[in-house]
């Protein structure tokens, strides 16, 4: 059914619980923990009025990322990367 829809099922392995934490240092601090190159990151999209807080904590995410060399790209990115290396 995904993939006769032109989607692709993925796994995240980095995930923080942004809906239940509303403390966006929490957030970034520990997805910064747990990432590493070719992690998938689950960030709740903030609304207006709720989750306002993961706003922020994207913020923090990407200066922390960008400290660290990482960059983000698309799943889409990373399953071309795949196959590149596969080569």
Known sequence: VVSGRGMR????DAFACCPR????????NFLLKV??????????MPEAGFRV??????RLL??????????????GDLVELAALEQE
């Open 21 to 28: 934490i509303p403390d966006p240092q929490f957030i970034a």
């Open 53 to 58: 807080w993961t706003l922020e904590a994207l």
């Open 35 to 44: 990432v590493q190159d070719g992690s998938i990151i689950v960030l709740h």
């Open 62 to 75: 990407l200066q922390g990322l960008a400290a660290r060399g990482l960059r983000c790209v698309t799943v």
């Open 9 to 12: 099922n993925v796994m995240t």
